[in-house]
């Protein structure tokens, strides 16, 4: 008899049939909106660094004040460049990433966020400065449209149950952002107090020397900053107790004070930002090491 060959069943592969890659499809409504966010920031990014006044912004205007003020920098760079960063990220997750919760959740730490920003460094030059800008108002709406679009199109496999937990984080982060931006930029982080600056200053208070200045001065700002933790000790004048569009004060009045800052050291007047050497020599203070 004949021996009957079996036939070997076929290998089953191991592989498993590959998913397709997923296509990109862009947001194009996010991706203009952060597009025309990159367009502003990068308008105020060349000016910030090229000392150039923004277009529609004169000398002395609201948006000057804001734009040359210590609050217009972060970590020595121009807060517009930081910014622009941000609607770089937003567009390149809207066009880039695939349309998948990950990308939803990225768009909205990344809105929520710069949004948080945005309306800090809007109150702050309204409260601090008494000033407005239009170009960072105008950033500003561009993001809080980024925020509306970017809920308001929250994909079904968003966050169910855990979604008030989630929008919670979103908040929480976005108030830690701005109080560490608050805490940062009004020297609740600077080191401690330097006893030559505390010398110096109560030395120029025992003196009788007075600093005329004004809360919305980016020049007297800059004087502050010189003293660090110390600048509270400085004999100092407000000039603009009822806002910058308000009456000066009396005796600034009394004293001719009329440009920003003024000291006033052994009766003569000095029109500029000091340099501590200055001070240091014109008041008389022996304890002062110019080789600090």
Known sequence: MSRKRKTAAPARSSRTPSTPAP?????????????????ITAFLTFTGLTAQAPL????DSGCDLVQNSRYATLLGLPVALWGLVFYVAILWSATLLP?????????????????????YFTLTGW??????????????????????VVFARRPESAPGEPWPRFAGALLLVGVFAAGGLHAWQNGWLLPPEDPQLRGLAEHLEERGAKYYGAFWCPNCQDQRQMFGRSA????????SPNG?????????????????PTWVIDDRQYQRVLTLDELARLSGYRDWNSDR
């Open 127 to 148: 409260l601090a400065l008494d000033a407005w800008c239009g170009w960072c108002l105008a950033s500003q709406f561009v993001m809080l449209a980024l925020v509306v």
């Open 244 to 260: 910058r569009r308000g009456s000066v004060a009396v005796e600034c009045v009394i004293n001719d004070i009329d440009s920003y």
């Open 56 to 59: 529609f912004c004169g000398p």
């Open 23 to 39: 296509t990109r499809q862009p947001d194009l409504v996010v991706a203009g909106l952060a597009g025309l966010g990159v367009l």
């Open 99 to 119: 349309p998948r919760l990950k990308r939803w959740r990225r768009l909205a730490w990344l809105t929520v966020i710069g949004f948080a920003i945005s309306v």
């Open 232 to 239: 509270d000790r400085l004999p100092y004048v407000e000039c």
